[in-house]
Nanobody, 122 residues
Framework: QVQLVESGGGLVQAGGSLRLSCAAS??????LGWFRQAPGKEREFVAA????????YYANSVKGRFTISRDNAKITMYLEMNSLKGGDTAVYYC?????????????????WGQGTQVTVSS
């Protein structure tokens, strides 16, 4: 079992920045990831980091604007989001993949946080 608790969402103007946090506890695995879901759309991959923190992966839509990192001592994962756009508006979820060597498919993630809303206004 893994417990995940997100924080840090909110309302920000286009071009602004936000940092999301995800506190993890429980078993270790292969990847921690961020996904997002906008109204009427499917959940999509945003970014992932290996459990050890030595590998990162990004969706093309956020590459160069978002940075994923983790604090191994605190077992906390972060998503630094810069140059935010209206298209980034969504509920953001952190997730843990304990079983699969696949960073980026939502179906491979076993445990999910409750989600945090990010709204970017124009």
């Amino acid at each position: 079992q893994v417990q995940l608790v997100e924080s840090g969402g909110g309302l920000v103007q286009a071009g602004g920045s936000l940092r999301l946090s995800c506190a993890a506890s429980g078993r270790s695995g292969f990847f921690l990831g961020w996904f997002r879901q906008a109204p009427g759309k499917e959940r999509e991959f945003v970014a992932a980091i290996t459990w050890s923190g030595d590998g990162t992966y990004y969706a093309n839509s956020v590459k160069g604007r978002f940075t994923i990192s983790r604090d191994n001592a605190k077992i906390t994962m972060y998503l630094e989001m810069n140059s935010l756009k209206g298209g980034d508006t969504a509920v953001y979820y952190c997730a843990a993949n304990l079983q699969y060597l696949d960073c980026c498919a939502a179906g491979k993630y076993d445990f999910w946080g409750q989600g945090t809303q990010v709204t970017v206004s124009s």
